[in-house]
């Protein structure tokens, strides 16, 4: 099989969740807000990548026609999707295959991933350069608890691991760490919450 991106991997993950637990496929619209995105074209953009690389059909336009033609193996473990950063705002990346990660049994809930910090800015919130730390996406920033922390990205920048804050329109992306300073963004529809962080794994 093809590899698949981290946010393609993040939409197969959940379908399955969501396959296994309802007996049928979810509508475009509970695919935008499980992802905590605002529109339709990003999901239908990874529906159609999902689909070339034969991991699913779907037939565009029409209600419930996912279909699941992968079925991953069922060994337990969330998938190392690749790198984030805590320290500035910039892109994630991949440079290997997504690799099965044997973590505790409370972090193996369906649609959890997994990702590898660059950079100390969380440093004071006990996650060091090298950490990997365990996400399930949120699908609804409007119900995180002030300052929990999350995997953001910030329209035209790119992604970083910070304490999230809202009030309004204005979203603050916190360090922990005093050598680096707050992230401000004053337009929320520029930043898109796309994990939040519910557990952590350390290399000794």
Known sequence: ????????????????????????????????????????????????????????????????????????????GVYLLGTIAAGGVVESFTDHEPELLDVPEKLRHPGNYALRVIGDSMIDAHICPNDIVILRPAPDPQQLKPGSIVAARVEGEGVTLKHFYQKGHHITLMPANPNYPPIEVADATRVQIQGVLVGMVRDY
């Open 1 to 76: 099989m093809h590899s698949l991106t981290r946010l393609e991997q993040e939409l197969f993950n959940w379908l399955l969740e969501f396959s296994r637990e309802h007996g049928h496929s979810p509508t475009i619209r509970q695919m935008v807000e499980a992802m905590g995105l605002r529109s339709n074209s990003p999901i239908q953009n990874r529906l159609q990548r999902l689909k070339d690389k034969g991991y699913i059909a779907w037939e565009k336009g029409k209600m419930r026609t996912v279909q699941i033609l992968y079925e991953p193996d069922q060994r337990t």
